[in-house]
């Protein structure tokens, strides 16, 4: 009988170890779950990105040692109608955890929209922008002080950073962006730190609406999903390691 039990638990063992060797040989399904991210550049390809209220991406935008870039030199070669903010157009997100990483040139000014949607005379009617600039280089090129609204990791025109612990790189090296939105909060991190939060759609939100730079504009931050957008602003910029995972 002991050898009987021995011999039953050595054969449960080996199908064991047979059914564990198996399971890891076995196709992974290609379909991502809820927790994984989901490349919108890698690095490789612009398949999925074009024009704001276009059909094709603008040729000035290319990939460069791996980094989507706003090319500037090949505006003397291409005509393009309309302008050259980008989105990426395969699919629109409502909750998300958005990520990358992007470095300017001394005053280059830029900017990641979300929820947005088309049809109107450029993002920045509808969409809220989480802010990109040369804080410093910018108002030494121009000349001009800058309000706190304007600068890097702003909720344009509507939240500012925490510059306590604000930690912007200089202008030619690689920052890290993140955004995180859900109806509850919303999250603005800059090289792993987070700079602000605040609640989309609270009364404290619609107050800053009404009272200032977009008051005139009705349908700005309405929509609660969108397409994920890059803004150009006429100045060199590198984007690279973008990518998105749904909450």
């Known amino acids: 009988m002991k050898q009987l039990i021995v011999l039953t638990l050595f054969v449960l063992l080996l199908c064991a170890c047979t059914t564990e060797k198996k ?4 196709p992974q399904s290609p379909v991502l779950d809820a927790d994984e991210w989901i490349y919108l550049f890698d690095g490789t390809s612009t398949d999925g990105w074009r024009a ?7 040729k000035q935008w290319v990939i460069k040692d791996g980094a989507l870039t706003f090319d500037t030199e090949k505006k003397l070669e291409f005509e ?3 302008g050259k903010d980008i989105i990426y157009g395969a699919e629109q997100f409502d ?4 990520y990358l990483e992007w470095k300017l040139p001394k005053g280059g000014n830029s900017g990641v929209f979300y929820h947005l949607k088309e049809g109107y005379e450029g993002p920045y009617e509808v969409s809220p ?3 990109l600039l040369d804080d410093v280089g910018w108002e030494e090129i ?9 600068k890097t990791a702003a909720d ?5 950073p925490d510059n306590n612990v604000k930690n912007l790189r200089p202008a030619g090296e690689w920052n890290t962006t993140m955004i995180r939105f859900t109806p509850e909060l919303v999250e603005h991190w800059l090289n792993g730190v987070k700079v602000l939060s605040f ?3 609270s009364e404290d939100w619609y107050k800053r609406k009404a009272a200032g730079k977009w008051k005139d504009y009705p349908d700005y931050g309405k929509f609660k999903t969108g397409y994920i957008g890059l803004q150009d602003h006429d100045s060199p910029l590198w984007f690279r390691n973008i990518k998105i995972k749904r909450l």
Do not use: R, V
Not at 23 to 26: L, M
Not at 142 to 150: D, G, S, T
Not at 156 to 160: D, L, N, R, S, V
């Open 23 to 26: 399971s890891d040989t076995e």
């Open 52 to 58: 704001y209220d276009g059909e094709t991406l603008p």
């Open 80 to 82: 393009f109608e309309g």
């Open 95 to 98: 909750n998300f955890e958005l």
């Open 129 to 131: 922008e989480y802010q």
């Open 142 to 150: 121009n000349n001009a002080k800058l309000e706190e609204w304007q």
């Open 156 to 160: 344009y025109a509507m939240h500012i």
């Open 199 to 201: 609640e989309p759609w």
